[in-house]
């Protein structure tokens, strides 16, 4: 023999005719790279998954997500406030609720009113907190008088729900 003698690997006995073997007797999913004879791993493309009729990406931009309509609050000054999604939620509560507002009253669609709450705040809305309970749990209530307004079916139509007296 001269110079090194190549030793093939064992192959693994196997059940029928299944191809998992070891070493370079397992071609189905590898082949001899260029200028080595190591095997390399071949990339198999894999067809688009379907959704109906429709691939993944196109069913994600078909989807519909619910658009909240715009809520508005107008003060007795003019001032205005617009929300749409949960502050705008939280608003129409805020305004049509004689009771106030409570975390419990927002169960399970919002789980941080207070942090809504502090929001609207800060945009200038006057908000009352009453403490009640043991546990001190908070009920707000708004104290800014004016009118609650949802948009229509087009930007010129709007709709009063409610007006805040004062």
Not at 78 to 90: H, Q, S
Not at 95 to 116: E, F, I, K, S, Y
């Amino acid at each position: 023999m001269s110079g090194p003698e190549r030793i093939k690997a064992p192959v693994a006995p196997t059940t029928g005719n299944l191809d998992c073997t070891l070493g370079y007797a397992a071609a189905s999913t590898y082949k001899i790279g260029r200028g080595t004879d190591k095997p390399a791993l071949v990339a198999r493309p894999k067809p688009p998954k379907e959704y109906g009729h429709k691939t993944r990406s196109e069913a994600r931009l078909s989807r519909k997500r619910p658009q909240w309509p715009l809520m508005t609050f107008r003060d007795k000054d003019g001032r205005k406030w617009a929300y749409r999604g949960k502050k705008g939620r939280v608003l129409m509560m805020l305004a049509t609720g004689r009771d106030g507002v409570t975390q419990w009253d927002t169960l399970p669609w919002h789980t941080r009113l207070g942090g809504t709450i502090h929001a609207l705040r800060r945009d200038g809305l006057v908000i009352d907190t009453e403490r009640e309970g043991e546990c001190r749990h908070a009920r707000y209530r708004l104290m800014t008088p004016g009118t609650l307004f949802q948009q229509g079916e087009t930007a010129m139509e709007a709709v009063t729900i409610h007006r805040v007296k004062p």
